[in-house]
């Protein structure tokens, strides 16, 4: 299995970076154009192992300092930004992170230290595979935005509420990981973001935990 997840990974961000380096190219320039460079934001994240690695993503807001969660309606947020994190494509660059080896097309989303902490032996167990461009938690909370933007204290409820759920589905993806169900998780991505389902029928053996319905 590790052998073949990694040959997939390689093969489809490799591609994706070739096909898509035109529209990589767009959304610089509009990036740029709106708010000035850079056109992409780093920031440290928690990899395999508890190795650190610099993540990539387009630029969504101005240059500056802030909180770490980002709920709707945040005023550092570009125009451009805005339609980026709506759509997703935001995201693209981490091609790079998951066709160095940093990431994975499929695992639990990689988190900043600081929050690792808070869960540190959930994550003992998680981060033994690589974190992902996509999962089980980023389909069940691609609304995360919204309903933080509904809290008086984004980070806290992120804490308490957003993030314990993410694990608890990271946890079911890891006890069940397989090929196939890395092929059903980034074909119903798929159809999310495209807009060809707004929630897939597809299912992927784990389904979210009922304590809290929203998206990564």
């Not at 709106?34 to 990899?47: D, M, Y």
Request: proline share 6%.
């Amino acid at each position: 299995m590790p052998r073949c997840k990694r040959g997939l990974d390689i093969a489809v961000s490799g591609v994706a970076l070739l096909l898509l380096s035109p529209l990589l190219l767009m959304i610089a320039a509009a990036v740029v154009l709106e708010s000035g460079w850079p056109a992409l934001f780093s920031q440290e994240r928690v990899g395999r192992n508890f190795r650190r690695f610099t993540l990539w993503k387009f630029r969504s807001m101005y240059p500056g300092t802030g909180p770490l969660v980002t709920a709707s309606g945040d005023k550092r947020i570009t125009r451009v930004g805005r339609f980026l994190r709506r759509t997703k494509l935001d995201e693209l660059p981490q091609f790079w992170n998951v066709f160095r080896g940093d990431m994975s097309l499929v695992g639990p989303r990689p988190e900043v230290p600081r929050y690792i902490e808070f869960y540190h032996s959930r994550y003992e167990r998680l981060l033994t595979i690589r974190p992902g461009l996509t999962d089980l938690a980023t389909l069940e909370f691609r609304d995360e935005e919204t309903q933080l933007g509904g809290s008086a204290h984004p980070e806290k409820t992120y804490l308490e509420e957003v993030l314990p759920s993410k694990l608890s589905l990271s946890e079911r993806y890891l006890a069940e990981n397989s090929v196939v169900g890395d092929l059903c998780i980034l074909v119903r991505t798929f159809l999310v973001i495209t807009g060809l389902r707004r929630s897939s029928r597809l299912k992927c053996r784990a389904t979210a935990p009922s304590e809290t319905q929203s998206s990564d």
